[in-house]
C-alpha cells in the first residue's frame, strides 16, 4: 500500500474526518477511562428510553456494543475500564454493591472472552467478508450474551433483586437488550475506526440529518401503521446507502433510524407507539432488527463480490508472478503505440525478449529459483524503463517491452544494451547464483508494420 505524504495527512486530520474522534483515546489511561465514561453514559442513555414488558424488552443497551468494540479494537488489557462504567452504572441505578461488583465482573469476563474468540474464530474487525459479519453475529447472541446474561441474572438472583419466576423474562430480556446493542453499535465503531481517515464528518452528519427526517416523516407524520410498508421504505433507503457508499455509511443511518425510533417510542409518539404495548415492543424490535441484519448482510455481500470481481479483472490481466501486465493486454498496448506513431508521428519500438539460460536456472537451481530469476528480470529492466514505456510478460521466459518516444533509431540500441548488460550480471537466489541473458528482437512501429500482429511476428 503506497504511503501518504505527510502534508496530505496533515490536510485529512484537521477535524474533518473521524479520525479527529479517536486521537484524544491513545495512551492506556485515557483509553481505560474513554471507556468507562463512555460504558456509563451510553448505558444510562440506553436504560432511560427503556420499554420494558413481560415478555420482550426493546432495550438497545448501546454500552455493550462499545465495550465489545473497545475490547476487539484494544485488547485484553481494556477490561478495567468495561469493569468500572458498568460497577458505575449499577450503583447509579441503585444496585447493591455485591451485586454490582458481579455483574461488573461478569461484563468484563464476557469482554476478554470475546477477545479470545474472536482471534481464535480469526475474524478480522475490519468485517469485510460475509464470513467476518456472520461470524461476529453468532458470537454476539449464542456465546456472548448467553454468558453475560446468565452471569448477571445470577447475580440478581442471589441478591434477591429477582425470584425464579422471572428469571427466564429477565435471561431473555437481558441477551436481547445486550444483543441489539452489540450488533448495531459493534460494527459500527469498528467500521468508523477502520475507514476513519476517509470518513468525513460532514457526511454523517447529512445521514444523520436525512434519516432523522425520513423516520420522523414516516413514523409521525405520515403515521405509517402498517409495519410490513414501514420496514420496506426505511429498510429499502439503508440498504441502498450501504450499497452505494459502504456498509458504514448504511450501520450509521441504520444507528440514526434506531435512535429516533426508540426516543419516539419511549415518548408515546408514532406509528410504533399508537398500538398495544406488547404489539408495539415486538413491531419495533422487528423494524430495528430488520435494518441491522439487512444491511450487514446484503452490504457486506454486494461489496464483496465488487471486490472479487475487481480480483478477477487484475488476474485476468495481470501477471501473478511479476505483477506485470500480461498477454491478454497485449494487442490493446501495441495498439496505443501505433496510434502514437500513426497521430502523433512519434516512434515507438516492439522488443521481444527471450530470457537464456532459464531453463538451466529450473534444472538446476529449481523452479522457486525459477521465478526469483523472472521477478528479478523484470525489475532491472524496469529499472531501465521510462514512465512512457511498458513492459509485459507473455508467458515462461518471454518478455514484451515497448519503448515510446524515442526521439531516435539509435536510442532503442542504446536501452536494450543498458537492459541486457543488467540483466546479464549474476542473479542471487534462495537457491545460489544464477546468471542469464537476453535475446531481443525489434520493430519499430513506424517503419516496419503497422498492425499489432505484424510488429510483434516481425519482432519474435
Not at 432511560?48 to 456494543?65: C, K, N, P, R, Y
Not at 410498508?229 to 440498504?239: C, E, R
Not at 399508537?274 to 423494524?287: C, E, G, Q, R
Amino acid at each position: 500500500m503506497p504511503m501518504t505524504p505527510p502534508t496530505r495527512c496533515s490536510r485529512k486530520d484537521n477535524g474533518l474526518t473521524v479520525t479527529s474522534l479517536f486521537r484524544p483515546f491513545s495512551g492506556y489511561l485515557p483509553q481505560l477511562l474513554a471507556m468507562a465514561v463512555v460504558y456509563f453514559i451510553s448505558g444510562w442513555l440506553s436504560l432511560m428510553v427503556s420499554q420494558d414488558s413481560h415478555l420482550v424488552t426493546v432495550v438497545i443497551f448501546t454500552a455493550e456494543g462499545f465495550a465489545l468494540a473497545g475490547m476487539l479494537l484494544v485488547g485484553y488489557r481494556l477490561w478495567p475500564g468495561i469493569f468500572v462504567g458498568q460497577l458505575a452504572l449499577a450503583l447509579w441505578m441503585g444496585t447493591p454493591v455485591l451485586v454490582a461488583l458481579a455483574i461488573a465482573a461478569g461484563n468484563a469476563a464476557e469482554g476478554m472472552l470475546a477477545v479470545w474468540l474472536f482471534r481464535r474464530l480469526r475474524l478480522d474487525r475490519r468485517l469485510a467478508t460475509l464470513r467476518d459479519i456472520v461470524g461476529l453475529v453468532l458470537l454476539i447472541t449464542l456465546v456472548l450474551q448467553p454468558f453475560s446474561a446468565l452471569i448477571g441474572n445470577l447475580a440478581l438472583l442471589a441478591g434477591s433483586l429477582i425470584d425464579w419466576s422471572h428469571f427466564p423474562v429477565s435471561l431473555f430480556s437481558w441477551w436481547f437488550g445486550n444483543s441489539m446493542g452489540q450488533l448495531l453499535v459493534t460494527p459500527l465503531v469498528l467500521l468508523l475506526y477502520v475507514h476513519r481517515h476517509r470518513t468525513r464528518l460532514l457526511e454523517l452528519s447529512f445521514i444523520a440529518m436525512a434519516f432523522a427526517l425520513l423516520t420522523y416523516l414516516l413514523q409521525v407524520t405520515l403515521a405509517v401503521h402498517h409495519v410490513s410498508l414501514l420496514i420496506l421504505v426505511s429498510v429499502l433507503a439503508v440498504v441502498w446507502l450501504a450499497i452505494r457508499d459502504g456498509v458504514l455509511y448504511g450501520l450509521f443511518a441504520t444507528a440514526v433510524v434506531a435512535v429516533v425510533s426508540v426516543v419516539l417510542a419511549h415518548m408515546g409518539q408514532g406509528s410504533l407507539a399508537t398500538a398495544t404495548s406488547l404489539d408495539h415492543l415486538i413491531d419495533l424490535n422487528f423494524f430495528l432488527l430488520a435494518h441491522i441484519l439487512l444491511v450487514l448482510i446484503i452490504g457486506t455481500l454486494f461489496h464483496e463480490k465488487e471486490a472479487a470481481l475487481r480480483e478477477l479483472a487484475i488476474r485476468a490481466n495481470q501477471d501473478m508472478l511479476t505483477g506485470l501486465p500480461n498477454r491478454n493486454q497485449l494487442t490493446a498496448r501495441v495498439g496505443e503505440a501505433i496510434g502514437r506513431a500513426t497521430h502523433c508521428n512519434e516512434l515507438s519500438a516492439i522488443c521481444f525478449i527471450d530470457v537464456d539460460g532459464f531453463k538451466a536456472v529450473n534444472d538446476t537451481l529449481g523452479h522457486r529459483a525459477g521465478d526469483e530469476v523472472l521477478k528479478t528480470v523484470a525489475l532491472r529492466i524496469g529499472q531501465m524503463m521510462n514512465e512512457e514505456d511498458v513492459l509485459l510478460r507473455l508467458g515462461g521466459d518471454e518478455f514484451l517491452l515497448i519503448c515510446n518516444r524515442l526521439p531516435g533509431r539509435s536510442v532503442v540500441e542504446v536501452v536494450l544494451t543498458r537492459i541486457c548488460e543488467s540483466v546479464g550480471k549474476g542473479i542471487d537466489t534462495s537457491a545460489g547464483e544464477a546468471r542469464v541473458s537476453l535475446s531481443i528482437g525489434v520493430a519499430l512501429c513506424r517503419d516496419d508494420a503497422f498492425s499489432e500482429a505484424e510488429l510483434v511476428e516481425n519482432a519474435d
